[in-house]
């Protein structure tokens, strides 16, 4: 069942502009992850948060995770045409299956 | 390197012949993964291994097998492929002790 539900669907951005894409969730996590998706590839890790912590960054990106709203976000500072993809945001309940539970991504652009 | 690989990476067949989707890691990982996504669907879990010999059906398993007999090998079977199954296939795995997954670059299946 999906659980993470990112906002917007569609982001369309300047190069140099800051991109905040938001994922919601509905039941109880152990951590909260990104994943970005450059078209028909494979995806890959960008940033983990655990249920405990409410902020982490990791260059030019910094996610911050409610627990309160079951939701968390994720910022890219200074974007790069470079940072086009698919952003997916995937919830791990823990538990003895790794399962990570993903969003349907939002899908970023940013213009040179 | 270490990485995820997957073959075929791109599959055009018939409904009802059998065909094999292979994955293997050389990470050493215990924990392994097959997805498959859709537009508008997202990520959605088929099947896992926690380790070998060691396999569990994860949310859309119908119309799939898979088989841990290595460590390294986690490959997804179609018995019998049907249109519905027409789908981007990635596996992914983690160690056992980690949160975050690894991702292969996906097969691409066409079934008509």
């Known amino acids: 069942s999906q659980q993470g539900e990112e906002d917007p669907q569609a982001l369309s951005i300047q190069e140099g502009e800051n991109a905040t894409m938001n994922c919601s969730y509905k039941t109880s996590i152990n951590n909260l992850q990104w994943y970005r998706q450059n078209s028909g590839r494979g995806l890959v890790h960008l940033i983990l948060?655990?249920?405990?912590?409410r902020e982490k960054h990791s260059g030019r990106l910094r996610v911050t995770l409610d627990t309160s709203k079951k939701s968390s976000s994720l910022l890219i500072t200074a974007s790069r045409a470079a940072d086009t993809a698919s952003y997916f945001c995937?919830?791990?309940?823990?538990?003895?299956?790794?399962?990570?539970?993903f969003g349907k991504g939002i899908t970023l652009s940013v213009r040179p | 390197e270490a990485q995820v690989t997957q073959n075929p990476r791109y599959l055009i067949t018939v409904t009802g012949k059998k065909l094999t989707v292979t994955c293997s890691q050389n990470m050493n990982h215990e924990y392994m993964s097959w997805y498959r996504q859709d537009p508008g669907l997202g990520l959605r879990q088929i099947y896992y291994?926690?380790?070998?010999?060691?396999?569990d059906k994860g949310d859309v398993p119908e119309g799939y097998k898979v088989s841990r007999k290595e460590k390294r090998n986690f490959p997804l079977i179609l018995e019998s492929p049907s249109p519905n199954q027409t789908s981007l296939y990635f596996c992914a795995s983690s160690p056992w002790d980690a949160d975050t997954q690894y991702f292969g670059p996906g097969t691409r299946l066409t079934v008509l």
């Open positions: 995937a919830t791990d309940a823990g538990g003895a299956n790794s399962k990570l539970t």
């Open positions: 291994s926690m380790n070998v010999e060691v396999t």
């Open positions: 948060i655990r249920s405990n912590e």
